[in-house]
T-cell receptor, first 113, second 114 residues
Framework: DAGITQSPRYKITETGRQVTLMCHQTWSHSYMFWYRQDLGHGLRLIYYSAAADITDKGEVPDGYVVSRSKTENFPLTLESATRSQTSVYFC????????????FGSGTQLSVL | KQEVTQIPAALSVPEGENLVLNCSFTDSAIYNLQWFRQDPGKGLTSLLLIQSSQREQTSGRLNASLDKSSGRSTLYIAASQPGDSATYLCAVKSGRNAGNMLTFGGGTRLMVKP
């Protein structure tokens, strides 16, 4: 199916474990983003990527790692999960910098116990 | 630092009413403003994107206006329907580059009663 897909939909893990959230888009959009959504904080940007092999930090990057070896994939890794990383994670993409309509995935609900 | 506020946080209206959702931002030097819809357990869907040089955008029953000087945007929904029930978020972008992050408001949770 065309669009932007995230997996898994739900994930429960324990503190200290490494977790990778997947994001795949079929539009060949250049720009991809990872956001987290928390009550009281709204949506906050974690990392973004302008193209394959180009990534940069957003507002709350600590504790996260990203990579973008292929245009269509933008995985987010929590190297050592903490309870404060319990959140809903959204991946998004946009075609180009000047056309900034964002397309969002359905999200991954992550619980760190 | 840009701050975006949406009031009210929640709104309940009967079907058929015209309604206005408000969004205010503290720094008027924005590049664009975007309105999104979020259904429970789902991602965000972009509804309207207004560039800083524009005053309004329309899509179907939706009309979004932008007044940069006063730091305000409104989303007007005409003839509301139960299917419009969702959370509506506005987000402002403070610069042209991808690194200029979107700042989101907290959202208005709308319920349209049949």
């Amino acid at each position: 199916d065309a669009g932007i897909t995230q997996s898994p939909r739900y994930k429960i893990t324990e503190t200290g474990r490494q977790v990778t959230l997947m994001c795949h888009q079929t539009w060949s959009h250049s720009y991809m983003f990872w956001y987290r959504q928390d009550l009281g904080h709204g949506l906050r940007l974690i990392y973004y990527s302008a193209a394959a092999d180009i990534t940069d930090k957003g507002e709350v990057p600590d504790g996260y790692v990203v990579s973008r070896s292929k245009t269509e994939n933008f995985p987010l890794t929590l190297e050592s999960a903490t309870r404060s990383q319990t959140s809903v994670y959204f991946c998004a993409s946009s075609e180009r910098e000047t056309n900034e309509k964002l397309f969002f995935g359905s999200g991954t609900q992550l619980s760190v116990l | 630092k840009q701050e975006v506020t949406q009031i009210p946080a929640a709104l309940s209206v009967p079907e058929g009413e015209n309604l206005v959702l408000n969004c205010s931002f503290t720094d008027s030097a924005i590049y664009n403003l975007q309105w999104f819809r979020q259904d429970p357990g789902k991602g965000l869907t972009s509804l309207l994107l207004i560039q800083s040089s524009q005053r309004e955008q329309t899509s179907g029953r939706l009309n979004a206006s932008l007044d940069k000087s006063s730091g305000r945007s409104t989303l007007y929904i005409a003839a509301s329907q139960p299917g419009d029930s969702a959370t509506y978020l506005c987000a402002v972008k403070s610069g042209r580059n991808a690194g200029n992050m979107l700042t989101f408001g907290g959202g208005t949770r709308l319920m349209v009663k049949p």
